[in-house]
């Protein structure tokens, strides 16, 4: 897919390694962005001539678990609870080889519906396969915010979310050429990317604008980006995009793993297109 190899990544991956040792630049530099988001949407409201741009959600209230709605608990038996506690998974509501194709269906609208050169061209990224891991990976989480609402079947279908995007990383990986050594050394770096980047969405998802847009200059832009309006476009792009598959319905997700993404740039990013309800078999095909 990609014309450079993997090990690209690498070297970028230990590079960022050792500039986390200036903690308190990064510290300073998160703080700096933030403040020019902000200054852009002040000077946009202020400037009649320019296009006008959606409101800078702004709050000092960090929201917890308890303060969002949730699903009803679905209630398991002591036995369901023992070997769930084991490690094991109990029964489920639907069959578990269905939620297993419901998930590799999903994590495919995850990398093969999302227009990357869009990404690539709107937000500066170099065309790698590093680049192409970061974009992908945000989707996912994406997907894994919304399938954690489910109960214990979205939990299920998360973890053969996560594990189909390794496999293919690691498919991806065979099919360039890089040893087996480096491979190891790249998968351990994205794995540890990858969860980071979990964390620092989640949080920004649950905060304002400002907290979200330095988990994407950390995490998509790699602490490259210089321009405030590449940032705002992601987060407008995480924010309609939550909104719109959190409007889709649980079961068809469960059942299908279909997902259709909003594009990046449109005219009204306010609005939710309801997409059509997808049909399924007897069989989960």
Same mark, same amino acid.
């Given at each position: 897919?990609?014309?450079?190899p993997l090990q690209s990544f690498v070297r970028t991956a230990f590079n960022a390694t050792a500039s986390r040792t200036a903690g308190g630049k990064v510290l300073d530099q998160e703080a700096c962005f933030a403040r020019a988001l902000v200054a852009c949407q002040?000077?946009?409201?202020?400037?009649?001539?320019?296009?006008?741009?959606?409101?800078?959600?702004?709050?000092?209230?960090?929201?917890?678990?308890?303060?969002?709605?949730?699903?009803?608990?679905?209630?398991?038996?002591?036995?369901?609870?023992?070997?769930?506690?084991?490690?094991?998974?109990?029964?489920?509501?639907?069959?578990?080889?269905?939620?297993?194709?419901?998930?590799?269906? !999903?994590?495919?609208?995850?990398?093969?519906?999302?227009?990357? $050169?869009?990404?690539? $061209?709107?937000?500066?990224?170099?065309?790698?396969?590093?680049?192409?891991?970061?974009?992908?990976?945000?989707?996912?989480?994406?997907?894994?915010?919304? !399938?954690?609402?489910?109960?214990?079947?979205?939990?299920? !279908?998360?973890t053969y979310i996560v594990h189909s995007m390794w496999e293919d990383v690691e498919q991806r990986s065979k099919i360039m050429g890089v040893d087996a050594i480096h491979r190891k050394e790249a998968m351990k770096l994205m794995t540890e990317t990858f969860y980071?980047?979990?964390?620092?969405?989640?949080?920004?998802?649950?905060?304002?604008?400002?907290?979200?847009?330095?988990? =994407?200059?950390?995490?998509?832009?790699?602490?490259?980006?210089? $321009?405030?309006?590449?940032?705002?476009?992601?987060?407008?792009?995480?924010?309609?995009?939550?909104?719109?598959?959190?409007? =889709?319905?649980?079961? $068809?997700?469960?059942?299908? +793993?279909?997902?259709?993404?909003?594009?990046?740039?449109?005219?009204?990013?306010?609005?939710?297109?309801?997409?059509?309800?997808?049909?399924?078999?007897?069989? +989960?095909?």
């Amino acid at each position: 897919m990609y014309r450079r190899p993997l090990q690209s990544f690498v070297r970028t991956a230990f590079n960022a390694t050792a500039s986390r040792t200036a903690g308190g630049k990064v510290l300073d530099q998160e703080a700096c962005f933030a403040r020019a988001l902000v200054a852009c949407q002040l000077a946009r409201v202020s400037s009649p001539s320019l296009t006008p741009c959606r409101t800078l959600h702004m709050t000092t209230q960090l929201y917890n678990v308890k303060e969002t709605p949730q699903h009803t608990e679905e209630e398991v038996g002591a036995f369901t609870k023992l070997i769930e506690a084991m490690g094991f998974t109990g029964p489920l509501k639907y069959n578990k080889w269905k939620i297993k194709i419901a998930a590799l269906r !999903m994590y495919t609208c995850c990398v093969e519906r999302i227009n990357y $050169d869009d990404f690539f $061209d709107k937000c500066s990224l170099p065309d790698t396969l590093n680049s192409w891991f970061l974009v992908a990976q945000l989707h996912v989480w994406m997907c894994l915010v919304r !399938m954690r609402q489910e109960g214990r079947e979205g939990k299920y !279908m998360c973890t053969y979310i996560v594990h189909s995007m390794w496999e293919d990383v690691e498919q991806r990986s065979k099919i360039m050429g890089v040893d087996a050594i480096h491979r190891k050394e790249a998968m351990k770096l994205m794995t540890e990317t990858f969860y980071a980047a979990l964390f620092g969405y989640d949080e920004g998802l649950l905060s304002d604008d400002c907290v979200l847009a330095a988990a =994407l200059w950390r995490n998509l832009f790699n602490r490259e980006c210089e $321009d405030p309006r590449q940032l705002e476009l992601m987060v407008e792009y995480v924010r309609k995009q939550m909104q719109f598959i959190d409007a =889709l319905n649980g079961e $068809d997700l469960l059942l299908t +793993g279909e997902v259709k993404w909003r594009p990046l740039l449109e005219e009204n990013a306010q609005s939710i297109l309801k997409v059509a309800t997808p049909t399924y078999n007897d069989t +989960g095909l």
